[in-house]
């Protein structure tokens, strides 16, 4: 890469709430000297239920506060939000736009042998079609197993919460999530049905879903890959800045700053905290018009 060119700007990441963390905590391990700005947009969370065209409103908001701050490109860390927003949001905007469906849809469709994928989600990303339509364009021959599993999200979050411990907990190589034994059977119950698909794959559509990657892995079975979407878009938006030439410069020492709709910023920061594996240091509160 030549090192004349370089962009020290931040990339804006978002999300409904704490799920898009594990996008910026991949970020973070692939892109070290990057600075990021996160936004958590908390106080209208859960996207999932709500009208597509609703979401989309947020999106474009949220976008148009992250450009107002200059960042140099935003990832759409929710798979509800891209699935309503992303391609409106690409038009809308100078910046790069990347979402988080696309790059798990791929590595879904590249992993998979028997070519039979299921995709858990959101009731609003399972009936957008977007998974099922971008694993199938890539390869039509994939048979798509699709399912809302709404409760994941309470169960993360809530798995968060009893799990709180001392700071030391914060610097974990996995994050600590308490799981009960109703929440297993939840999960029983969402996943038995794909695993009597005889899928060999298993897309992890939320992104708060990789915090429960033991209790799901665990009911699926060892025969089925999951797929974290967190990675894979990591890997994109390091291609996309190097394409770009917009890395930030070696040796750039970055900045962390969070934001979050959130009444509570103390609680924002200790759970997001845990989803981060380590401390959040900047974290302020954002009031957005009402739409």
């Avoid at 030391?168 to 999530?177: H, P």
């Avoid at 060892?222 to 979407?229: D, E, G």
């Avoid at 924002?268 to 954002?286: E, I, N, S």
Wanted: charged share 25%.
């Amino acid at each position: 890469m030549d090192t004349e060119h370089f962009d020290n700007r931040p990339i804006g990441v978002f999300d409904s709430g704490y799920g898009g963390l594990t996008v910026a905590r991949a970020l973070q391990k692939r892109l070290p000297e990057e600075s990021i700005l996160y936004f958590g947009d908390s106080a209208r969370c859960p996207y999932g239920p709500r009208d597509q065209t609703e979401v989309d409103g947020f999106v474009q908001q949220i976008c148009t506060w992250l450009v107002g701050r200059d960042v140099k490109m935003i990832v759409i860390a929710c798979n509800t939000a891209t699935a309503a927003g992303l391609a409106h949001a690409q038009e809308n905007f100078s910046v790069p736009v990347v979402g988080v469906v696309e790059p798990g849809a791929r590595a879904a469709a590249h992993t998979t042998l028997n070519r039979r994928v299921g995709v858990i989600a959101t009731k609003g990303t399972v009936d957008s079609n977007a998974y099922s339509d971008a694993i199938r364009h890539i390869d039509a021959g994939i048979t798509v197993f699709s399912t809302a599993t709404p409760r994941f999200v309470e169960i993360a979050e809530m798995g968060l919460k009893l799990s709180d411990g001392p700071i030391e907990d914060y610097m974990a190589d996995t994050t600590k999530v308490y799981i009960r034994p109703e929440f297993e059977d939840i999960a029983r119950q969402y996943l038995e049905p794909l695993r009597r698909c005889d899928i060999d794959t298993l897309v992890l559509g939320c992104t708060h879903y990789p915090l429960l990657k033991a209790l799901i892995g665990g009911v699926v079975g060892r025969k089925v890959t999951l797929v974290n979407s967190a990675d894979e878009t990591a890997r994109d938006v390091d291609h996309i800045l190097r394409r770009r030439r917009a890395h930030a410069r070696s040796g750039n020492v970055p900045v962390h700053s969070f934001f979050t709709t959130a009444d509570d910023v103390e609680e924002f920061r200790r759970f997001g905290g845990r989803v981060l594996a380590r401390p959040m240091d900047v974290v302020a509160h954002v009031d957005l018009p009402a739409l």
